[in-house]
Nanobody, 113 residues
């Protein structure tokens, strides 16, 4: 199963980005979904998850700055990121909370100070 994450880029600290994830094989409205990130030299970590019912949970490091959402019509899962910090620099991926699908290439977010 292929997931495509896009929307990354290079920004300065304090700026915003919106990431999106789509798939032709996974229907996001019937699956719990998560955004993960992997910074250089670090393990992949979950940053935000959303249940089928719409309940969202966030890692402490991004609480209050990141917002996860679904677009049912476009079949996307989105991650709105505001107030970006250099420590948010990472490759971002979407997947189920247990990472059951192919990770794909992710999308790179680079935040400079």
């Amino acid at each position: 199963v292929q997931l495509q994450a896009f929307g990354g880029g290079s920004v300065r600290a304090g700026e915003s980005l919106r990431l999106s994830c789509t798939s032709s094989e996974v229907k996001f409205n019937v699956n719990d979904m998560s955004w993960f990130r992997q910074a250089p030299g670090k393990q992949r970590e979950s940053v935000a998850s959303i249940t089928v019912g719409g309940t969202a949970v966030y890692a402490d490091a991004v609480q209050g700055r990141f917002t996860i959402s679904r677009d049912y019509f476009k079949n996307t899962v989105n991650l709105e990121m505001v107030g970006l910090k250099p420590e948010d620099t990472a490759v971002y991926y979407c997947n189920s909370p247990v990472g059951e699908w192919d990770w794909g290439q992710g999308t790179l977010v680079t935040v400079s100070s």
